[in-house]
């Protein structure tokens, strides 16, 4: 069954760096756009960056621009965040999505917690 698992959450403090991992399986991964969502308390689920199939295009939420980097590694069937210079309000719950319609497919989290 399809199945994408986030890992690489936790506590950071500000200023520091996380990399989160999606790693997906049953499903054609290549041939999928990928995303990054993140989900803070009290707040709507908002997409953080998005990814080609192939990994050509790229595009940023303007609050993680020049911060965050997502990627992919197509032979491994895995996407990444890489999160920079963090900040307090970048807690969230951190989501991975793939989609080629009308599929879309979620995984289930991983908490990133920014505090001092």
């Known amino acids: 069954q399809v199945q994408l698992v986030e890992s690489g959450g936790g506590l950071v403090q500000p200023g520091g760096s996380l990399r989160l991992s999606c790693a997906a399986s049953?499903?054609?991964?290549?041939?999928?756009?990928m995303s990054w969502y993140r989900q803070a308390p009290g707040k709507e689920r908002e997409l953080v960056a998005d990814?080609?199939?192939?990994?050509?295009?790229?595009n940023y939420a303007d609050s993680v621009k020049g911060r965050f980097t997502i990627s992919r590694d197509n032979a491994k069937n895995t996407m990444y965040l890489q999160m920079n210079s963090l900040k307090p309000e970048d807690t969230a719950v951190y989501y991975c999505?793939?989609?080629?319609?009308?599929?879309?497919?979620w995984g289930q989290g991983t908490q990133v917690t920014v505090s001092a």
């Open positions: 999505n793939a989609r080629e319609n009308p599929f879309a497919y």
């Open positions: 049953g499903f054609t991964f290549s041939s999928y756009a």
């Open positions: 990814i080609s199939n192939a990994g050509w295009r790229r």
